[in-house]
């Protein structure tokens, strides 16, 4: 009985099979490579985002200092200008403490922000400042403070609202991609442009 011996590649055969194998190993290892390169540059990219953020956006009110103030130094009338509740007609305000100034609190449910939040007045100094803390309560705990502040020019008012708080994990992808905190931006132009048609109706112009 004759044994069975096993077929050898000719040697240039053999030549290219290794090559084809040693080809496709490279370029396993290429991807490799690239993928890990891609993922230490994303996290260095993300290591150096700033834990925390902070926006400022600002107008001119044709009106006397004190009429602006007492417009954000109340709560009561945070719904008519705030550039998240008012679009909700469904939003349901609270409120707590006193009237007006420090120690005002306003708890709102929004379907816009699709949570509940609780603002505070923290400071209110007449006619030169208003700062508030904003707990925000959902599948995630936040918070932010709010600063306005109003400096008359003339018989204007130039009232300033400044946002901080802390970047979350989306947040700081975000902001690797150029996206930032923009939405929170027009968000505020779009409140103080509110303020300002509220103290100004007849004023067409909103934006300063």
Known sequence: MKSKKSKTLPKVEKAI???SAAKKMS??????IGFVAVLVLFLLMFSVQSNDYAVEREITIP????KIFAQVNDLHNWSAWSPWEKPDLKVKLTFDGPVLGMGSVCHFTSQIIEDEANMVITESVKNEH???LVDFFGPIYGRTNFLFTFEPKGSDTVV???VVGLNSFGDKIAN???AGNNIL????QYGLDQLKTLIQPGDKNSKS
């Open 17 to 19: 099979v290794e090559s």
């Open 27 to 32: 370029s396993v290892n290429r991807v490799l």
């Open 63 to 66: 009106a006397p200092v004190d």
């Open 130 to 132: 208003v700062s508030m």
């Open 160 to 162: 300033k609202w400044r």
């Open 176 to 178: 690797m991609f150029g």
């Open 185 to 188: 931006k027009n968000d505020i």
